[in-house]
T-cell receptor, first 114, second 110 residues
Framework: DSGVTQTPKHLITATGQRVTLRCSPR?????VYWYQQSLDQGLQFLIQ???????AKGNILERFSAQQFPDLHSELNLSSLELGDSALYFC?????????????FGEGSRLTVL | EDQVTQSPEALRLQEGESSSLNCSYT??????LFWYRQDPGKGPEFLFT???AGEEKEKERLKATLTKKESFLHITAPKPEDSATYLC???????????FGAGTRLAVHP
């Protein structure tokens, strides 16, 4: 158990809809990272937050947004969903603002868009 | 463009049959190379960090090594519980964005 909690574990929705994925980092970790894993793209970095502020951004679509709240949990919002958004979405956490390369991953949220 | 390439895509071994997984990287300024293990339906789990060419790290039946262009994950006398996908990663453009290879799916059969 990594200590990172993600909900929901599974989500099935339709194209055009909007969903919110939630992540609680390990106790004491201030950084939260979001990754997308699909069969054809592998594990792709989306965005990092550190103590409530956006710290780094990857190839995150404009339809996607994230935030980190004062209690350090984070939410990833996916809107105007397309079939290609079906993937596993992982949250990871670490202590510092700059990564050490050692991330603690949650078990992921599997999104299926029909 | 920074990138990580892993080979083979999949590897099937008999229990006790040692082998190596390869991770080659192209990055401007290596800030560490990281190995992770991912079990089906789970998130990746950190294994090793390597920082400089010649460095080696060991954990049970796994040994990771690093050269200037690639890293190897050697698996000695593997057991079925070593079956997993092994991912390697490097930092790209700073210390925040980890980019991962596509992974090697390892299956160890009794």
């Amino acid at each position: 158990d990594s200590g990172v909690t993600q909900t929901p574990k599974h989500l099935i929705t339709a194209t055009g809809q909007r969903v919110t994925l939630r992540c609680s980092p390990r106790s004491g970790d201030l950084s939260v990272y979001w990754y997308q894993q699909s069969l054809d793209q592998g594990l792709q970095f989306l965005i990092q937050y550190y103590n409530g502020e956006e710290r780094a951004k990857g190839n995150i679509l404009e339809r996607f947004s994230a935030q980190q709240f004062p209690d350090l949990h984070s939410e990833l919002n996916l809107s105007s969903l397309e079939l290609g958004d079906s993937a596993l979405y992982f949250c990871a956490s670490s202590v510092g603002r700059e990564g050490t390369g050692e991330l603690f991953f949650g078990e992921g949220s599997r999104l299926t868009v029909l | 463009e920074d990138q990580v390439t892993q080979s083979p895509e999949a590897l099937r071994l008999q229990e006790g049959e040692s082998s190596s997984l390869n991770c080659s990287y192209t990055v401007s300024g290596l800030r560490g190379l990281f190995w992770y293990r991912q079990d089906p339906g789970k998130g990746p789990e950190f294994l090793f960090t390597l920082y400089s060419a010649g460095e080696e790290k060991e954990k049970e039946r796994l040994k990771a090594t690093l050269t200037k262009k690639e890293s190897f994950l050697h698996i000695t006398a593997p057991k079925p519980e070593d079956s997993a996908t092994y991912l390697c990663a490097v930092f790209s453009g700073g210390y925040n964005k980890l980019i991962f290879g596509a992974g090697t799916r390892l299956a160890v059969h009794p």
